[in-house]
């Protein structure tokens, strides 16, 4: 078990989630999303990690929008922290990024496609900062391992690991729920990305496509399978979204799912 400011994470502690929009739109609907995901949660009794990227700098055309920049970005997110109460995670995507950004978030993040950038791993366990290792769409399970002791010799103290989805032939993504338990053996809490695992890499050409209506079911399965956490992205309105909204859950509906994946989580832990 780890401990996230007042969240207990992994060991038999309840189901808790990571959401947010996938990039930084602006800093009114940034705040307006967090403060109803807080309601949201403290209704249905999940405890709540906040998210939002400061820039997508992977992102597949050139043209696509990228987000405010580390220094904007991390000042929206120190407002929202303030106002709000909630931890803060964020990616970031070079090592120089890995000590500002640790001055503002709770948790830092390492996407899937740098997954294993040995620079970017130690710089952000270097901070001292828990971090969230997210599992490579090219990589086997139990590869995490390398990454996970990468961080951890760089002094990383608490570490979630992250599954969202293997490439299955181009353009789409495959979950294979045995890595639940395979990342589990390597002794840290193990979190599920029901968006991005629905998502479909570059599927539209200069942007990815998704199948939304496959988040619900996913994220079912995998709660039902132990996982300790579920890390979503979420929007007022997907379709008008910046980033990824082909795979964003509709904040209106956020409610509903946790509701049904809280269930769950309870059967499954008794």
């Known amino acids: 078990m780890i401990k996230i400011s007042d969240l207990k994470i992994g060991g038999g502690a309840p189901l808790f989630l990571i959401a947010g929009p996938c990039v930084i739109e602006s800093e009114k609907l940034t705040l307006a ?15 709540l ?32 922290k303030s106002e709000t ?25 390492i996407p899937a496609f740098l997954a294993r950038q040995t620079d970017l791993v130690v710089a952000a366990a270097k901070t001292g900062k828990p971090l969230n290792l997210k599992k490579g769409q090219f990589m086997a399970p139990e590869e995490m391992s390398n990454v996970v002791e990468k961080a951890a010799r760089a002094g990383a103290k608490k570490i979630l690991v992250t599954e969202r989805g293997t490439f299955f032939g181009y353009h789409n993504l495959v979950v294979d ?30 942007s990815s496509g998704g199948d939304r209506e496959f988040i619900p079911l996913l994220a079912r399965a995998a709660v039902a399978a132990g996982i300790d956490g579920l890390f979503m992205e979420v929007h007022p309105h997907p ?32």
Not at 87 to 107: F, G, M, R, Y
Not at 182 to 202: C, N, Y
């Open 177 to 206: 729920f045995r890595s639940f338990q395979i990342m589990k053996e390597l002794g840290w809490p193990v979190v599920f990305d029901a968006t991005h695992s629905v998502q479909r890499p570059a599927g539209k050409g200069k």
């Open 49 to 80: 990690i906040f998210k939002a990227s400061f820039d997508k700098a992977n992102r597949s055309s050139i043209d696509s929008y990228r987000g405010p920049g580390l220094k904007k970005g991390l000042q929206i997110l120190e407002r929202v």
């Open 85 to 109: 109460g909630l931890p803060i995670l964020s990616d970031i995507h070079t090592p120089d990024q890995a000590e500002p950004a640790a001055e503002v978030l709770d948790v830092i993040q």
């Open 33 to 47: 999303i967090a403060k109803e995901l807080k309601k949201i949660c403290a209704r249905v009794g999940i405890g």
């Open 239 to 270: 379709e008008k979204t910046l980033s990824d909204g082909a795979n964003s859950w509709p904040l209106g509906q956020v409610e509903h799912l946790l509701e049904r994946l809280i269930r769950i989580s309870r059967v499954g832990s008794r």
